[in-house]
């Protein structure tokens, strides 16, 4: 059974300063995650994980990655200038976006980061609009068709947008050579949320494999190879967590057997996780504030999609837990919704809970990535705070609430205020 990492009382305190709805994240879940990551991989020297920014855009959560030794990963100006504000720089900062604007590209190149390019005609735009090309420079892969382990197919690169072909892979290095680049790396996204210790195994294969055939074909070093993100976590109660411990192993393996009869020893593993280093990190924390009887029956929360978008979007499983009736009979079935008017606004269909009071405090679980950043002000919602439970037990609000001046703030309509 999931149990949340807060109690009803602790909830309770926190309530007095804040109002719910409210994401809470859990440091020492963070920390000691953090931990086995690294543990895991520290059979490799250069092993380094670029925590996926967009998973969870807040400096009080980046600085506790950074803390724990990890980089950041950023796809967008605004996650570069969150990168820099934390204090990351130069190869603590990898790039990996795609259809990137100018801009974007500067002002990475500024910060020295490492540029994770995703087509072979970014060569020419990156040394065009930023003047040169870095020394050290990624490149990122898709080798079409199905991607599978040994059982099944994870994944279909060849309907993905991301990456280039082999063919441009191995075009792209040597016109990147040609143009100064001397360290070179690697990089796949394959699949997204697996829920098998395979996943990075088979990528990793696949990735080496790549490697020796490119470092074959054009004499280039190849440095790094990023295995990027896609490990999952059990968001359902039935679900099999991953063990980092057998995903390291297998890395590892594929490592012995390909990499090092080639030559290749020292490359580094780097890795690019968010819902793994986050997920189960965070809570959606809101009150049940009105019960419904129709032809079903619903429970009402403060929150709503605004505040987690998954179930709307891709119809996931969130856990729900009604905080103080943990150990409460489930006898109940119901919808459990937010406020917004489109009908997919349900945090739950058909759950099965205990009774449900108005006032009850309800923890919608495995929010902490891929949360709180996808929020969106549809209906004029507004975003709710972040608040960083300490390993002490003590809190810290990361992220105040949003107020009607902050979705106003983009108007100019302080004349028609003062009208009124
Ligand atoms: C989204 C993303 C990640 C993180 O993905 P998770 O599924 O959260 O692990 C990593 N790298 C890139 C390039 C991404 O777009």
Redesign the pocket.
């Known amino acids: 059974m999931k149990k949340p990492f807060v109690t009803l009382e602790k909830v309770k305190e926190i309530c007095k300063e804040h109002k719910t709805p409210f994401h809470l994240y859990d440091e020492a879940g963070i920390r000691r995650n953090a931990r086995a990551l690294l543990d895991a991989f520290s059979w490799n020297k250069g092993f380094k994980e670029y925590f996926?920014v967009?998973?969870t855009p807040t400096p009080g959560i980046l600085r506790i990655l950074k803390e724990e030794g990890c980089g950041v990963?950023c796809?967008s100006y605004t996650e570069l200038m969150l990168a820099e504000a934390c204090g990351f720089s130069g190869d603590e900062i990898m790039f990996?976006s795609n259809a990137t604007p100018a801009d974007e590209f500067v002002y990475a190149s500024e910060l020295n980061a490492i540029i994770?390019l995703d087509d072979y005609t970014h060569i020419d735009f990156l040394e065009k609009v930023t003047g040169s090309i870095p020394e050290t420079i990624c490149l990122r892969y898709n080798p079409g068709g199905n991607f599978d382990s040994t059982n099944r197919i994870m994944d279909s690169p060849e309907d993905a947008k991301y990456g280039m072909t082999y063919e441009q892979l191995e075009k792209g290095i040597k016109k990147l050579q040609g143009k100064g680049a001397k360290n070179f790396g690697i990089h796949a996204?394959l699949a997204?949320?697996t829920l098998t210790n395979e996943y990075y195994p088979a990528l990793a294969r696949l990735l080496f494999e790549t490697a020796v055939s490119l470092r074959d074909k054009t004499g280039a070093n190849i440095s790094f190879i990023n295995l990027?993100?896609?490990?999952?976590i059990p968001y359902h109660p039935d679900d099999v967590p991953n063990d980092i411990y057998a995903i390291g192993e297998g890395v590892r393996k594929a490592f012995e057997e390909v990499l090092v009869p080639a030559g290749m020893p020292d490359v580094a593993i780097y890795t690019?996780?968010?819902?793994?280093m986050l997920g189960p990190y965070g809570l959606l924390v809101a009150t049940a504030i009105h019960k419904k009887e129709i032809y079903k029956d619903y429970i009402g929360l403060d929150a709503c999609a605004a505040d987690l978008m998954r179930p709307a979007m891709y119809g996931a499983y969130h856990h729900i837990t009604v905080l103080g009736k943990e150990g409460a009979p489930r006898d109940r079935v119901y919808d459990v919704t937010g406020s917004l008017c489109e009908n997919n606004d349900k945090f739950a269909v058909d759950r099965i809970l205990p009774e449900i009071e108005i006032g009850d405090i309800v923890c919608i679980h495995d929010t902490g990535?891929?949360g709180f950043s996808m929020g969106y002000n549809y209906n004029g919602k507004l975003r709710s705070a972040e608040i960083l439970l300490r390993e002490d037990g003590s809190w810290e609000l990361m992220r105040r609430a949003e107020t009607p001046s902050d979705y106003f703030s983009t108007l100019d309509i302080t004349g028609i205020f003062d009208n009124e």
């Open positions: 996926a967009k998973a990963d796809s990996s994770n996204f997204s949320n990027s993100g896609g490990i999952g690019e996780l968010g819902r793994y990535a891929h």
